[in-house]
């Protein structure tokens, strides 16, 4: 059974529409992350929250966003998407925010720009 | 700081024969390391995880990874590979709030 689901697995969006990719979780971890992917290279971490606080990495653009309603529900808000945002979108869970602890992967959802 | 290194970018093997991964890490204290496998347009699943106690790991679908301080090394291994072991591989580090530290990725092809 899917543990962290991303919807949708696949997103086009036009330069510049404002698009939010979802993720929900049914493990009931404290911590939600999320990371941009480009072809061929890891993953980047872009934010992650730990329960309601919010934690930016310094490097990610503002045009990014993300909000957390509930322990279940993530999302990430990318207000005017350009070409170069176009990659795949994962989100990942942890128990808590402890190096011991592994983190658990969505499919991802796949982001193209028009 | 820490660092990963995963010292080949590509491995190709035959289908039956041993995988080897290789990995590499710097860092100023024990970390805790994972391997983690990605099949195309997939998140990434974890394969096994070091988190200082038996130095050699065993892992889902057969893989394991030893811990070796000395060569600070933690390489993956299986016996004997599987066409449905063709995937991306990254070895990872955590260091504070359980932030990963990602290698740059091994794509394991297997052939018959």
């Known amino acids: 059974d899917a543990m962290v689901i991303q919807n949708p697995r696949y997103q086009v969006t036009q330069f510049g529409k404002p698009v939010t990719l979802s993720c929900s979780q049914t493990?009931?971890?404290?911590?939600m992350y999320w990371y941009q992917q480009k072809s061929s290279q890891a993953p980047k971490l872009l934010f992650h929250?730990?329960?309601?606080?919010?934690?930016n990495e310094a490097d990610t653009p503002d045009n990014f966003q993300s909000r957390r309603p509930n322990t279940s529900f993530c999302f990430l808000d990318i207000r005017s998407p350009g070409l170069g945002d176009a990659a795949m979108y994962l989100c990942?869970?942890?128990?808590?925010?402890?190096?011991?602890?592994?983190?658990?992967f969505g499919d991802g959802t796949r982001l193209s720009i028009l | 700081a820490q660092s990963v290194t995963q010292l080949d970018s590509h491995v190709s093997v035959s289908e039956g024969t041993p995988v080897l991964l290789r990995c590499n890490y710097s860092?100023?204290?024990?970390?805790?390391l994972f391997w983690y496998v990605q099949h195309p347009n997939k998140g990434l699943q974890l394969l096994l995880k070091?988190?200082?106690?038996?130095?050699l790991v065993k892992g889902i679908n057969g893989f394991e990874a030893e811990f070796k301080k000395s060569e600070t090394s933690f390489h993956l291994t299986k016996p004997s590979a599987h066409m449905s072991d063709a995937a991306e591989y990254f070895c990872?580090?955590?260091?504070?709030?359980?932030?990963?530290?990602f290698g740059t990725g091994t794509r394991l092809q297997v052939t018959l």
């Open positions: 990942a869970t942890s128990r808590e925010a402890d190096s011991n602890q592994p983190q658990h």
């Open positions: 493990l009931n971890h404290n911590v």
């Open positions: 929250y730990y329960d309601k606080d919010f934690n």
């Open positions: 860092s100023s204290y024990s970390p805790s």
């Open positions: 070091y988190t200082s106690a038996a130095t």
């Open positions: 990872v580090a955590t260091g504070t709030a359980s932030k990963l530290t």
